[in-house]
């Protein structure tokens, strides 16, 4: 199994930034897919970006060229950084550990709070 151990997450302006962490650790295949979800209340969990382990991204619309999704292999750590953030980018995101799309392993969740 992998465990995944996330950091960052707290209450920013909007307009500021936050960088969220997650840390992974147990059986990791070589071959995997990283990424975050978030959860507003009364919203549907929503895929926010994924990491290959190969460096390919994706990204969903609402978060394109304001969020950046990174891994450094080496540390089984992959990175959000969030830049331009609004008050609708609030909600609960969760790292996650996929293989052959299938998610096998999900963070504690970490709260992000875009207020003024």
């Known amino acids: 199994q992998v465990q995944l151990v996330e950091a960052g997450g707290g209450l920013v302006q909007p307009g500021g930034s936050l960088r969220l962490s997650c840390a992974a650790s147990g059986a990791i295949s070589s071959i995997n897919v990283m990424g975050w979800h978030r959860q507003a209340p009364g919203k549907e969990r929503e895929l926010v970006a994924s990491i290959r382990s190969d460096g390919g991204t994706n990204y969903a619309d609402s978060v394109k060229g304001r969020f950046t999704i990174s891994r450094v292999n080496a540390k089984n750590t992959v990175y959000l950084q969030m830049n331009s953030l609004k008050p609708e980018d609030t909600a609960v995101y969760y790292c996650?550990?996929?293989?052959?799309?299938?998610?096998?392993?999900w963070g504690q969740g970490t709260q992000v709070t875009v207020s003024s």
């Open positions: 996650t550990y996929s293989v052959t799309s299938h998610i096998y392993s």
